[in-house]
């Protein structure tokens, strides 16, 4: 019963460049939430989506970032004309269905941008 | 108001002593508050979570309490251990709807021997 999976786990970009993440949620679970990670801070909500969906974006950069959670494959989170400051680490996490119940989270992708 | 406000910023307990993070928010409508607990290169993973129609919750060595009128809830570790050394999130969401959560700074509690 695999977890959620992330890849890359590490990835370097150089100013400019696009940084494209992939997160393959739990089996059976059809509700992603993608987070950020700056260092030394909490986690910070981007987006929630459903497949095919975009429920909650509030938390997303209004520009270069974008996500998607096909009804098919995994769910992707973009990032064109990467800036130094987009260096963090990115986590999902799924969760079965909405409510109260746990988000399982992937082991994170760490983007640094030189 | 979307805040969650978590001290102390970094913690050192000796093995077997007693761990106490805790946290503050103000929005009245969170009413699911869960603690993660994250190690280097890792990510977070649940420890416990509390709803606020109880004020305990324990779950073996952590303990949860919560205090509905002072809008705090903290956690306790007990007999703390060199593997606890992490780092600790808590976190609210509004559990009626989707699971957005609102995580803490984060304390890094470090168990010496």
Known sequence: ?114 | QQQVKQSPQSLIVQKGGISIINCAYENTAFDYFPWYQQFPGKGPALLIAIRPDVSEKKEGRFTISFNKSAKQFSLHIMDSQPGDSATYFCAASTAGGYNKLIFGAGTRLAVHP
Request: with cysteine.
């Open chain 1, 1 to 114: 019963n695999a977890g959620v999976m992330q890849n890359p786990r590490h990835l370097v970009r150089r100013r400019g460049q696009e940084a494209r993440l992939r997160c393959s949620p739990m089996k059976g679970h059809s509700h992603v939430y993608w987070y950020r990670q700056l260092p030394e801070e909490g986690l910070k909500f981007m987006v929630y989506l459903q497949k095919e969906n975009i429920i909650d974006e509030s938390g997303m950069p209004k520009e270069r970032f974008s996500a998607e959670f096909p009804k098919e494959g995994p769910s992707i989170l973009r990032i064109q004309q990467v800036v130094r400051g987009d260096s963090a680490a990115y986590f999902c996490a799924s969760s079965p269905q909405t409510g109260e119940y746990e988000q399982y989270f992937g082991p994170g992708t760490r983007l640094t941008v030189t």
